[in-house]
């Protein structure tokens, strides 16, 4: 009920507009034509003419107001319908404005035919002063009707905002900026000019208007013209400043912006592209963003400064490899979603740790997760990083398995030289790491999970550590790990630093 009121308010806020600005038009039309026909003595026929104009207004107006509520009433019916807009209806909504001039200016010009006539035949004047006087009112015609086309324009605002909002503005032939103020400065300028010119036309020097007459056509021409200019601005500057404040939020990257397309020229084509461009970027953060978390932020920004292709290079990086244990029993003893969840939240404790101290974790592998340090973006601490999101991690799956037993995970750590790039197909790929490092991780996190302790390192990455992190990591034993013929020197972190870690 609320819209079917802003509506009807509408429709009566364009019929009043119209109405108006066609009878202040006459008025000023009538009055200025009067002065300027009158004679230095006061002799004419004002009072015959001011009887013809207050009739032809009582026939004229009720006729118009008819014609423009019918016009008004019909192109905008199809809101309370709730129906879509074909092209054509589409095309005639967005004329009502100059459809609406257009008739009243066909109005004017039937008063300029009656007032001619009268000159010509009644008080038979020349041919030459009855176009006068007939291209006078249809001058003052046309500036009204300019005058009504803008005053409508606005008013129509509303309905043009809420038709762009489900399509935007195309090739409407509607006016366009330079056309509009081209128009403009020729209805507010030009022609209040040309009808003072017209006021001597015909006239000898003892028959020329008085000054009154050309000091009233001056007031009046100054005034139609601001009005004019004003209103021809407004519709122009007033979307170009919601523009420019909407970029201005876009440039402090707010992009939950929105500009109403009211406008079905120019403008508004220039408002809808506005829409498009802040969806656009609302859309490539959505896709940076999901790619981020897909590939991680560092992969992220790598692509989108050196681009993405396949192939790799040589880095120099540590590997932390994280795996729970006894996760197949997990998944026969919990649901589904039950074993989802409680992943999602052991991934979680990795990932806060692991971007804590400046790593990546490159993928999930099931319960596992692989992490690395030094790639993509150089680390020379990777090392020192990578043991100690070791040590600190371990604290807290410890904190987190007094919640739920079942979190229980082992930590290999290992460094040295991996292949870092992206692998797979032209049309699929990922950024990875390869290497021994990745694999003697992996070897370690499952010999990690039968120590008290849970972490074990490489004697290769505790040697590439600080002196610092290095007093923090004791000799565990020589392990075997599978697929290797020689054991393995393995490191773990000591009891004390573990321990008051934990208390810490």
């Excluded at 009055?31 to 006061?42: A, D, H, V």
């Excluded at 244990?325 to 404790?349: I, K």
């Excluded at 740790?353 to 099931?366: A, C, D, S, T, Y």
Aim: charged fraction near 20%; aromatic fraction near 6%.
């Amino acid at each position: 009920m609320r819209r079917h009121e802003q509506w009807s308010d509408i429709e009566v806020s364009v019929l009043t507009r119209f109405g108006l600005a066609n009878l202040v038009g006459a008025l000023l039309s009538f009055y200025t034509g009067t002065l300027i026909e009158t004679s230095r003595s006061g002799s004419g026929h004002s009072q015959r003419d001011l009887l013809v104009f207050l009739a032809y207004v009582a026939v004229i107006f009720p006729i118009g107001g008819v014609i423009a509520h019918r016009d008004v009433h019909n192109v905008t019916a199809w809101r309370f319908r709730g129906a879509a807009l074909g092209p054509q209806k589409r095309r005639r909504l967005l004329r009502l404005p100059l459809r609406q001039a257009c008739w009243g200016l066909l109005f004017w010009i039937g008063a300029a035919c009656l007032f001619g006539l009268l000159s010509l035949v009644l008080d038979g004047r020349s041919v030459l002063h009855s176009l006068r006087v007939a291209g006078s009112i249809v001058l003052g015609g046309l500036t009204t009707a300019g005058i009504t086309f803008l005053l409508l324009e606005r008013a129509m605002r509303p309905v043009f905002r809420e038709l762009f909002a489900m399509d935007a503005p195309d090739d409407t032939r509607m006016l366009g900026i330079r056309t509009r103020l081209l128009v403009s400065w020729t209805l507010g300028a030009a022609i209040p000019l040309l009808i003072i010119a017209l006021s001597y036309v015909g006239r000898g020097p003892a028959d020329a208007p008085n000054q009154v007459a050309i000091w009233a056509l001056v007031t009046v021409g100054v005034a139609v013209g601001a009005l004019v200019i004003t209103t021809a601005a407004r519709s122009i500057s007033e979307p170009l400043d919601a523009i420019r404040a909407a970029l201005a939020r876009v440039q402090r990257d707010d992009l939950d912006v929105d500009v109403p397309v009211d406008d079905g020229g120019e403008v508004g084509q220039l408002q809808a592209g506005f829409n498009r461009m802040v969806a656009g970027l609302r859309d490539r953060r959505a896709l940076e963003d999901l790619f981020g978390r897909h590939v991680g932020t560092e992969v992220a920004h790598l692509a989108r400064e050196q681009g993405v292709h396949l192939g790799g290079e040589r880095r120099d990086a540590s590997v932390v490899f994280v795996d729970l244990v006894g996760s197949s029993r997990l998944a026969q003893s919990r649901s589904a979603d039950d074993v989802v969840t409680l992943l999602n939240t052991f991934f979680a404790t990795v990932v806060d740790r692991i971007e804590q101290e400046g790593g990546w974790v490159n993928k999930f592998e099931g319960d596992a997760a692989l992490c690395v340090f030094g790639a993509p973006a150089d680390q020379p601490d990777h090392a020192t990083r990578a043991l100690r999101a070791a040590r600190t991690l371990r604290r807290d799956l410890l904190a987190l398995s007094l919640i739920h037993p079942e979190l229980v995970a082992g930590i290999g750590v290992s460094a040295g030289d991996v292949a870092a790039g992206n692998v797979g197909a032209a049309h699929r790929y990922e950024y990875t790491v390869i290497g021994d490092p990745v694999n003697e991780a992996a070897r370690l996190t499952e010999a990690a999970k039968m120590r008290p302790g849970g972490v074990l390192a490489s004697e290769e990455a505790v040697a590439r550590a600080s002196a610092e992190e290095r007093k923090r990591w004791v000799v565990a034993d020589e392990v075997a790990l599978r697929g290797r013929t020689q054991p393995t020197l393995a490191y773990e972190p000591r009891i004390q630093s573990t321990v008051m870690t934990t208390v810490t």
